[in-house]
């Protein structure tokens, strides 16, 4: 479904389709925005939530590369000729999922463990995109968010060593994973349909949420050994 067009740079850019080019600064925004409100409503509020001087130091360092990915992507949409003010929270209503009061430690950890997860599957989705600028920041962020996801799973296992954490662990997991599903967009997207057929993204999002749901399953049912809620995926 990919045309046959490679971008390797910011000015190649310009002298590409007008479809292409709102295609590119709609997921730089989207993603400027959603790194920036996640770090601000979960990641640096998690820190007073961390219980040991470890988890703290660990928690500021996944809150400071949450902001740096908003400075990355904002930097390359600033190049892009995107204003700094469309990327930010103000003019872009930021994703559903970052509507969740976050009230504990135990729901941040499950937030880096599912969350990130669904992150990851996103950037995965980049890391090939025919604007190669885009694609090179895809590579430099994906160490970071593999960090993150490991960084739940890590400490939602040592909260699952004991009957009170498993419990905690798992109330917060009914709580947050229904929410997850809606990261991935609708089935038969229009806009996921024209990313494909530009090579931006590869896959659908049916294909996506399937995916994701194979891996969330597998870290909280056969790792874990707790419970994934039972969700209605539209079809």
């Given amino acids: 479904m990919t045309q046959a067009i490679q971008v390797k740079t910011i000015d190649e850019l310009a002298q590409q389709p007008e479809e292409y080019r709102t295609l ?19 990641d640096e509020p998690a820190i007073a939530f961390a219980p040991t001087p470890y988890a703290k130091w660990l928690t500021c360092r996944v809150a400071m590369e949450e902001y740096g990915h908003h400075v990355r992507f904002r930097e390359l949409g600033e190049q892009l000729g995107i204003s700094a003010e469309r ?4 003019a872009k209503r930021p994703l559903s999922i970052f509507e969740f009061p976050l009230a504990n430690w135990e729901q941040f950890c499950v937030i880096k463990l599912l969350a990130d997860l669904a992150e990851i599957l996103q950037v995965e989705d980049l890391l090939t995109c025919t604007f190669h600028p885009l694609r090179n920041l895809a590579r430099m962020t994906m160490p970071e968010e593999r960090f993150h996801a490991q960084f739940g ?3 939602c296992t040592e909260l699952c060593a004991t009957e009170e954490g498993r419990s905690r662990v798992q109330a917060a997991i009914n709580q947050y994973f229904p929410l997850l599903p809606a990261f991935f967009g609708r089935a038969g997207s ?3 349909e024209a990313y494909r ?6 896959r659908s999002n049916e294909d996506m949420l399937a995916d994701y749901l ?10 874990l050994k707790l419970s994934l809620p039972s969700i209605a ?3």
Wanted: hydrophobic share 45%.
């Fill in 87 to 90: 990327m930010t929270p103000d």
């Fill in 153 to 155: 799973k890590d400490f």
């Fill in 214 to 223: 194979g891996r969330a399953r597998a870290l909280v049912e056969d790792h």
């Fill in 24 to 42: 590119i600064e709609k997921i730089i925004i989207s993603h400027a925005v959603n790194e920036l409100y996640g770090a601000q409503v979960f």
């Fill in 190 to 192: 229009k806009n996921n």
């Fill in 197 to 202: 057929r530009w090579g931006i993204k590869q």
């Fill in 233 to 235: 995926v539209a079809a």
